[in-house]
């Protein structure tokens, strides 16, 4: 706990006083508990699609998805205690085969669903079927029911991001499960997309909870969105084409914690260095490249998913037409008003 080197030795005699009853002298340790800046937790990682697919498969072998109640790989940080990929995201690989369902149940944590691959199937939530296709992002807010079922022939895969570290560092942890595999369903399929998703918004209904009120946005739609804000525009020298996943009501993000983007950089295209306050995961929809994360050099393909951790310099390059969708911690920093970014840095 205290450095090496004193910085007031002539205090030392006191200090095993000090510890005795339970306190600490802030002069010692200030630098680690306020500090100048960031120090990045947790490592730059890379989790190939096509090795994790494998093992969720052979899995999907042994463990039913009722069994499991969720058949997720959860991607560890290497260089992290807890079982997130990042200080504050949980994030997971998850799989349900054909005809089966993983049962209903909600918890404080909120998540986000990306999905990677895709014959059939949707994820319920509160009362509601949301379609499942690759690139078709999907929200289940805090303490909504939730349950997910493959309605294909082949697997249903996807990435899953949760706040749960953030939710577990508060000790706010509550969850339950329905008592039935499926919950009843009240409205359309997708129907909050046609309520809330078309720039209006229905006359008589009201929206006060602090997430968007859209629970799909589904690819054809965001990478259409996508393109159109890129034909004949400028690329932004860090971050390309990027587009923020909102929340109609407010122009926020889709989640109080978790942040969603969609960039397109096109084939060649070599990003300026930055970095920013939050942890980001990325996932590359389309195309490939590579990403200079601190000091790691990761090359990532389609479905690979990545993790650069707070304050971390980031530079991206496509080598060819890249889509990459990635979530992040910025929705809760923005909110506690310490969210940073930093693009003044020299290559
Ligand atoms: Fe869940």
């Not at 499960?177 to 399929?189: A, K």
């Amino acid at each position: 706990m205290y450095p090496k080197t004193l910085k007031h030795p002539a205090m030392a005699p006191s200090y095993e006083k000090i510890a005795q009853m339970s306190a600490l002298p802030l002069w010692e340790i200030l630098g680690d508990v306020v500090g100048d800046e960031p120090v990045p937790m947790g490592t730059p990682h890379i989790w190939p699609y096509a090795a994790m697919r494998d093992v969720l498969l052979d899995a999907g072998q042994r463990i039913s998805a009722a069994e499991a109640e969720r058949r997720v790989l959860a991607l560890k940080n290497p260089a992290l205690e807890r079982p997130g990929i990042s200080q504050t995201l949980f994030a997971g690989l998850q799989l349900v085969l054909p005809g089966e369902v993983a049962p209903s149940h909600r918890h404080s944590a909120g998540a986000l669903r990306f999905v990677l691959e895709s014959t059939g199937g949707y994820s319920a939530v509160e009362g509601e079927r949301c379609v499942m296709r690759r690139g078709d992002l999907i929200t289940t807010p805090s303490w909504t029911w939730h349950d997910h079922e493959n309605t294909g022939t082949g697997p249903l895969i996807w990435l899953d991001g949760l706040d749960v570290p953030m939710v577990n560092f508060f000790g706010a942890r509550f969850g339950e499960e329905l008592g039935q595999e499926q919950q009843p369903i009240l409205r359309p399929d997708d129907a909050s997309v046609s309520r809330w998703a078309s720039g209006m918004r229905p006359h008589d209904q009201h929206h006060e909870q602090p997430w968007s009120p859209i629970l799909s946005y589904p690819y054809e739609r965001s990478r259409a969105a996508l393109f159109a804000a890129a034909a004949g525009a400028t690329p932004n020298p860090q971050h390309g084409f990027k587009m923020t996943y909102s929340n109609p009501m407010d122009g926020g993000h889709i989640l109080p914690t978790i942040a969603a983007f969609l960039q397109h950089l096109p084939a060649g295209f070599e990003s300026a260095a930055w970095r920013s306050s939050e942890a980001t995961v990325f996932v590359a929809v389309e195309g490939e490249g590579t990403a200079q994360i601190g000091d790691s050099q990761i090359s990532f393909g389609e479905s690979d998913i990545f993790v650069a951790p707070n304050w971390s310099v980031i530079r991206l390059q496509a080598r060819r037409d890249l889509v990459l969708f990635s979530f992040s911690d910025r929705a809760a920093q923005q909110r506690l008003g310490f969210w940073r970014e930093d693009t003044a840095l020299s290559d």
